[in-house]
Nanobody, 124 residues
């Protein structure tokens, strides 16, 4: 069982920056590909970014490329999402997810573990 807990979500203004954190409870954290998803108002859950086991490779949804950066610290069992130049349309609940069988997948169904979500609200 892997427990994921997100933090850092809050209300910000368009153009601001925000960093989300996700703490994992599992000792073998480095065995998991990690990702961030989000669900905006009235939308389906969508892929945002993913990071490989070592952190050496990353993959982003087109709409966040150049603005968001995913990173991880395996010693601390943490994964982060640095979000810059936030836009109103980035408003969503953000989830971190873990997958032991790969990394970089865009389909939510392949991820075995999920956090409870962190609300990010961007005012215009």
């Amino acid at each position: 069982q892997v427990l994921l807990v997100e933090s850092g979500g809050r209300l910000v203004q368009a153009g601001d920056s925000l960093r989300l954190s996700c703490a994992a409870s599992v000792r073998t954290f480095s065995n998991y590909g990690m990702a961030w998803f989000r669900r905006g108002p009235g939308n389906e859950r969508e892929f945002v970014a993913a990071i490989s086991w070592s952190g050496g490779r990353t993959y982003y949804q087109d709409s966040v490329k150049g603005r968001f950066t995913v990173s991880r610290d395996n010693a601390q069992r943490m994964v982060y999402l640095q979000m810059n130049s936030l836009k109103f349309e980035d408003t969503a609940v953000y989830y971190c997810a873990a997958n032991r069988n790969g990394w970089g997948q865009r389909e939510p169904g392949v991820y075995e573990y999920w956090g409870q979500g962190a609300q990010v609200t961007v005012s215009p």
